[in-house]
T-cell receptor, first 116, second 113 residues
Framework: GAVVSQHPSWVICKSGTSVKIECRSL??????MFWYRQFPKQSLMLMAT?????????EQGVEKDKFLINHASLTLSTLTVTSAHPEDSSFYIC????????????FGNGTRLTVT | SQKIEQNSEALNIQEGKTATLTCNYT??????LQWYRQDPGRGPVFLLL?????KEKRKERLKVTFDTTLKQSLFHITASQPADSATYLC????????????FGKGTRLHILP
């Protein structure tokens, strides 16, 4: 089945530094990948849609200059949290579809970001 | 505004019994609903998709129903096992978006041995 690999699985960084999270589709090509954020006991909230070869589409309220997304190839999207602050601490999860737009999402295992 | 809700935050079920989880939607008519399983510290895993013209879908011990009159989907796990303990999420496309899937908050299911 379709596999999405996400790295790192957890990261601790200091305030003011930047953190990059990678999301790879291992056995399929993903022209579109999705980045979600999840707080404890809360729903997954879509942050942005990453499109291969073009700019990402950000959801309302998500700062594009803070959460930089690059989708340089059909199998790799990266999310960089710039100038991280403690309130950015969260669980970030990427996902992708391997087929039509109404097909299910395949998720990575998420990245637990802690900003100290 | 569009809402997808899972009203039970947590559910405890005795091993061997059937677990039934509820997903309600309001102010829209989704063409389909999806159910995912999420274990702690992991990404969700897709389980089942049911379309609006399907009353029921089954996969092994899992069964999903879609009632457009009640605006509700039920997710059943029969002969539940402790390994079924997880958070279960229902999801659908957001209105007027063909790419954005929105999720309910999930129901934490505990199967008690």
């Amino acid at each position: 089945g379709a596999v999405v690999s996400q790295h790192p699985s957890w990261v601790i960084c200091k305030s003011g530094t930047s953190v990059k999270i990678e999301c790879r589709s291992l056995d399929f090509q993903a022209t579109t990948m999705f980045w979600y954020r999840q707080f404890p006991k809360q729903s997954l909230m879509l942050m942005a849609t990453s499109n291969e070869g073009s700019k990402a589409t950000y959801e309302q309220g998500v700062e594009k200059d803070k959460f930089l997304i690059n989708h340089a190839s059909l199998t790799l999207s990266t999310l960089t949290v710039t100038s991280a602050h403690p309130e950015d601490s969260s669980f970030y999860i990427c996902s992708a579809r391997d087929a039509m737009y109404n097909s299910p999402l395949h998720f990575g295992n998420g990245t637990r970001l802690t900003v100290t | 505004s569009q809402k997808i809700e899972q009203n039970s935050e947590a559910l405890n079920i005795q091993e061997g019994k059937t677990a039934t989880l509820t997903c309600n939607y309001t102010n829209y008519s989704p063409a389909y609903l999806q159910w995912y399983r999420q274990d702690p510290g992991r990404g969700p895993v897709f389980l089942l998709l049911i379309r609006e013209n399907e009353k029921e879908k089954r996969k092994e011990r899992l069964k999903v129903t879609f009632d457009t009159t009640l605006k509700q989907s039920l997710f059943h796990i029969t002969a539940s096992q402790p390994a079924d303990s997880a958070t279960y999420l229902c999801a659908s496309l957001e209105v007027n978006r063909d790419d954005k899937i929105i999720f309910g908050k999930g129901t934490r299911l505990h199967i008690l041995p």
